[in-house]
């Protein structure tokens, strides 16, 4: 029984090492060493949404509320709009659920999760629980976004277009390629 116990105790002990180590190498500034290791880190640090994202502090934080949303057209030309959940409209007590979201939504414009596209894709083809008869179809994950006006200036126009950008185009043929 004294090596059972030895043994979880290595392991959890291992566990620590790498993710101590894996968010200590990847907060630290560019250099020689966190190019040499930032890739084996990197399978365990973006999935998990553990990274440490900078951009929210001076001296040029975010400017932009990013909207991510997926776009379906059917094989009969009807169109259908899945828009992500958002912060903002939610109230307090349903916030700390989503607490996450505005990093996934981000993670989505950074090259390393150009894969990841495709399966938040496929999700949200599954949420709108189309059926078979709407196969093939074409799916388009796009952000919706406005500037935030520079501090100073008067507030942007509420009734403004939002700006598009496409991140990628799918095609599906059926049901079962979207994992129903």
């Not at 030895?6 to 250099?31: E, K």
């Not at 990274?51 to 059917?74: G, Y």
């Not at 903002?88 to 007590?93: I, L, S």
């Not at 894969?115 to 179809?137: C, D, H, N, W």
């Amino acid at each position: 029984m004294a090596w059972r116990w030895t043994a979880w105790r290595i392991g959890v002990s291992a566990f620590v090492v790498f993710h101590v180590s894996a968010i200590s190498l990847w907060t630290t500034p560019d250099c020689a060493i966190k190019q040499q290791f930032q890739g084996m880190y990197r399978y365990y640090v973006l999935p998990t949404g553990l990274w440490q994202w900078w951009a929210i502090f001076a001296p040029e934080p975010v400017k932009n509320t990013l909207e991510l949303s997926v776009e379906v057209v059917d094989s009969k030309g009807l169109r259908r709009i899945y828009d992500f959940p958002r912060l903002a409209p939610m109230p307090w007590w349903q916030k700390a659920l989503y607490y996450r979201e505005p990093k996934f939504v981000a993670n989505m414009s950074v090259d390393e999760h150009v894969k990841s596209r495709i399966f938040v894709t496929r999700y949200a083809v599954r949420q709108l629980g189309l059926p078979e008869e709407a196969f093939p179809l074409t799916a388009n994950l796009f952000y919706r976004f406005e500037t935030t006006p520079p501090p100073g200036t008067a507030e942007f126009d509420p009734m403004s277009e939002k700006q598009v950008l496409v991140l990628g185009d799918f095609r599906f043929q059926s049901r079962k390629e979207v994992g129903e």
